[in-house]
């Protein structure tokens, strides 16, 4: 099979995995500019549970039931459960859903992030719409941190480490931007570009594996109970790193908030009415 030329030669060999893959980067800049949309023009900053909830199922749904529906011949010929799309969603589901639940109080006590969203449906400070959204946000990782791995691998050993801190660098610049601080913001920018992409970009370092061991190449076959475990593992490996970095690293670094508001506290963070 021949494969174009350009930033697309490091998609997937493996025509099921890389048909997912060739879809999350189509719906990249759909997502993009629908979150971007909500957060500039501060629709969101007016928006309650209700249609916070329907906006993260409508983004999520954009990244999940696709790769279900659309695939290549190849792949409609084995059982949905041993299928690429079912698994490379469900490790992607796990992480958002996983770094959601273990990463985001990090981020409000160590890293001091604020959300300004006007909504009361939480998990410890995190709403809940949000752990719908980043589906969409790490299906895109996924892809971003493969084809970036794939490009490195044959010129250094450090693109297990590279392809990884990189995306989560620029997925951390390009969100804390000064154009929408009613909604989000650091207290500290370049801490959180620093600091924060060494605390966060091990999140990626863990799951690469996952997302590599997924029928990377034609003929290979994960079954889909090994999505759970690399998925496991990897939330366990990032949830342990955390907190040696919360307790050993951070307070030589910066000030260590338990508990902090994180949500709507605007009289005490960088947040703007």
Known sequence: MKYPRGPMRWLAEAPGKRA?????????????????????????????????????????????????????????????????????????????????????????????????????????????????????????????????????????????????FAVAFLETALNANPFMTGLFCYDDLGLALGFGTLAYGFSFVVALPMWLAIDEKPGDRLPLRMVFVFGAAALFADWLYLEVVRHGVAPFVTTVVDDAPGLRDFATSCLER
């Open 20 to 164: 997912v893959e060739r879809w999350w980067l189509f719906y990249t800049p759909v997502w993009g500019l629908a979150a971007g949309a909500v957060m500039l023009t501060g629709w969101a900053e007016s928006w309650g549970d209700v249609a916070c909830m329907i906006f993260g199922v409508l983004v999520a749904a954009g990244a999940a039931i696709p790769p279900l529906i659309w695939m290549p011949p190849e792949e409609r010929e084995h059982p949905f459960h041993q299928r690429t799309g079912p698994k490379y969603l469900l490790s992607v589901v796990l992480l958002a859903f996983g770094l959601n639940y273990t990463q985001t109080p990090f981020f409000f006590d160590v890293l001091h992030m604020h959300y300004g969203f006007d909504v009361t449906w939480t998990l410890d400070r995190n709403p809940l719409f949000l752990y719908l959204v980043t589906v969409a946000y790490f299906a895109t990782y996924a892809v971003l941190c493969l084809m970036a791995f794939r490009a490195l691998r044959e010129k250094t050993k450090l693109a297990w480490v590279i392809a990884p």
